[in-house]
């Protein structure tokens, strides 16, 4: 089964916001890096890309047969999909273990598991 691992960083420190990386000592600092690094070399794993932020967004919608932009996200949220993997396992249970050595999901985040529907 194929499941995608939807990383959401919501209050969870990174690199991106230097003032909230701050607040990790320099062992946590490079314990997430090596955390990312092990779980990329997983079996299985595919690792993704990391999103910009939700602001950089731009929705798009097609209504009465015209195509209408707006900028930023669809709805605001708070935990904003930071990036996300994707993972050959097993079953759920793989995953989920997967989801938790993932560092947002201890640094105040989650990590959202959907399986993937194949045609």
Do not use: C
Request: charged fraction near 25%; charge should be negative.
């Amino acid at each position: 089964m194929k499941y995608m691992l939807l990383i959401h960083q919501a209050d969870a420190p990174t690199p991106r916001s230097p003032e909230a990386w701050a607040t990790l000592s320099d062992a946590e600092q490079q314990a997430v890096y090596a955390d990312y690094q092990a779980i990329n070399e997983i079996p299985g794993v595919t690792p993704g890309m990391q999103l910009d932020d939700p602001a950089t967004a731009t929705t798009v919608r097609v209504q009465d047969g015209r195509t209408l932009t707006t900028d930023g996200p669809f709805v605001e949220i708070k935990e904003s999909i930071g990036g996300y993997l994707l993972f050959e396992a097993d079953d759920l249970d793989a995953a989920i273990e997967l989801a938790s050595r993932v560092p947002a999901a201890r640094l105040g985040g989650a990590v959202e598991v959907r399986p993937i529907v194949e045609w």
